[in-house]
């Protein structure tokens, strides 16, 4: 299997609609919000034509991490404090779209689904996609499409299909050590906006691998709270920056959601099961 290689369309810069001090004041509340919880935290908040995800600039060990392009697509972990953020480095956010509380800032009670007889809460992926349909980021026809399409996604999904092949291990050299190869797929979609990635990762209580979904965000696309795309440097000690979902890139946000739709039948399910309550909770103006 050849490895994916990963890079992000240069030349044309996001369209910010909005000026910066505009865009302080319209996710101000947010800001309030945000300062009270904790800095690693990713939070959504929707202003009046976009969604803005905040995101951890410095949380090295967490689900946000700050990495370096590479040909094999995987990316390089680095220290954001000490590297000098820019064109070339990018966000790997494992992100989410469930919780079995409510107890998060970016969570949707309202979106409540059963998952194996547990409950499960709509988050993250959840909350953008419910907030970018009521501002009319993403339409009713662009969700029900997706549902449409899940069917004939979970017939073939990565978890279940793809495998991490192991080459049998070479005849020791002379130190007495021999030479094994691991080989791991990834599925990659490029856009002018990001990439979304599907990789297997082993299982944490289980034996086995499982289907990882990340959303790759360009840090010469991200903003500053002041609402200015954010110039090249270091991080700053507890830094956040944020991410903006509107109708410019309403597109790529669906990859996100096709993505876990492809990526395992657990992940299709519940994907069918969010976009049901997000589509209902809409029409009944919830």
Avoid at 164 to 174: A, H, I, L, S, Y
Avoid at 211 to 218: H, I, K, L, R, S
Wanted: aromatic letters at 6%.
């Amino acid at each position: 299997m050849q490895p994916a290689r990963i890079c992000f369309p240069a030349g044309r810069r996001p369209g910010f609609r909005m000026a910066g001090l505009a865009l302080a004041l319209l996710i101000s509340v947010g800001a309030v919000r945000a300062q009270e919880a904790d800095y690693k935290q990713v939070l959504v908040i929707p202003t009046n034509d976009a969604v803005l995800v905040r995101l951890p600039l410095t949380d090295v060990t967490g689900k946000v991490r700050a990495k370096e392009r590479t040909p094999d697509g995987f990316g390089l972990p680095l220290a954001p404090s000490r590297t000098a953020l820019g064109a070339n480095h990018y966000l790997e956010w494992q992100i989410g779209y469930d919780l079995p509380t409510t107890n998060s800032p970016s969570a949707v009670p309202q979106i409540v689904f059963t998952r194996k007889g547990e409950t499960k809460y709509g988050h993250e992926l959840a909350k953008i996609l419910l907030d970018a349909l009521r501002l009319g980021i993403v339409s009713t026809n662009d969700l029900q499409r997706e549902v449409a399409a899940l069917p004939r996604l979970a017939e073939r999904t990565f978890e279940e299909r793809e495998t991490v092949r192991v080459e049998p291990p070479q005849q020791p050299d002379e130190t007495g050590f021999a030479r094994a190869m691991q080989r791991v797929p990834q599925f990659i979609r490029l856009t002018d906006h990001g990439a979304v990635q599907i990789q297997l990762k082993p299982r944490q209580r289980a034996v086995g691998f499982q289907a990882m979904v990340y959303v790759c965000v360009p840090l010469d696309r991200v903003l500053t709270m002041a609402g200015a795309r954010r110039t090249a440097g270091p991080a700053r000690t507890k830094e956040t920056v944020y991410y903006r979902f509107d109708r410019e890139n309403a597109g790529f946000l669906l990859d996100i959601v096709r993505a876990f739709a492809m990526a395992s039948r657990q992940h299709n399910e519940d994907i069918g099961n969010i976009l049901g309550k997000i589509l209902e909770t809409h029409a009944a103006g919830r």
